[in-house]
């Protein structure tokens, strides 16, 4: 099994921070802050993606804002082409495709609907299982959701922390680096590694 995060390896959430913070006309790291303040046990279950922007959205007066703030926030130019063609091609090689991600109630719903997410055979979400990465509760659950022995799982994750959790449950991994070319040095390594 081959398992992707989602923001950092399939999303670039930074370029959707500075569309958002344009749109609102707010300062820099504007949004990444208020979101930061939300990451952790948050991602466990209870909060909601409109419950975080909400927050962000209700001391600047724009709550009227919120749909559009979403839709963009989901917006298909954010998503990364060359990590979804990885994905296919990874499948086409007879790996099985996962993704796990650390995420608010309700964002699941969202992702299943984004293009290329429907060769994905499983979906693990932080707010419906009830931990979140780098928690080896969470690791565990998915190995023995999917009835595989640790070594047969593969971790693309954009965050070392995540990485390590994933060592520490017996899995092998790679830390995801799409700052400099989107990825696509990533994804390369990852298909001379993999294929």
């Not at 703030?69 to 990364?80: L, N, P, Q, R």
Request: some cysteine.
């Amino acid at each position: 099994w081959v398992i992707f995060d989602v923001g950092g390896v399939l999303f670039n959430h930074r370029q959707s921070f500075d569309a958002v913070q344009k749109y609102l006309e707010v300062e820099q790291g504007y949004i990444s802050k208020a979101i930061d303040s939300f990451i952790g046990d948050s991602e466990k279950g209870g909060i909601y993606l409109e419950d975080v922007f909400t927050a962000i959205l209700k001391p600047l007066g724009k709550m009227s804002e919120i749909s559009e703030v979403i839709t963009m926030w989901y917006d298909h130019k954010y998503w990364h082409e060359d990590a979804f063609k990885l994905m296919q091609e990874l499948k086409d090689a007879g790996y099985h495709i996962a993704i796990m991600t650390n995420n608010w109630g309700n964002m699941g719903e969202r992702l299943r609907n984004i293009k290329g997410v429907e060769i994905v055979e499983k979906i693990y979400e932080s707010a419906i299982i009830g931990k979140r990465k780098p928690d080896l509760e969470f690791y565990e659950y998915l190995r023995a959701d999917l009835q595989v022995n640790p070594p047969e799982l593969f971790l693309i994750d954009d965050l070392k922390v995540n990485c390590d959790g994933a060592i520490n449950a017996g899995w092998q991994s790679f830390i995801y680096d799409m700052s400099m070319d989107r990825g696509v040095t990533a994804n390369n390594i990852l298909r001379k590694e993999l294929l």
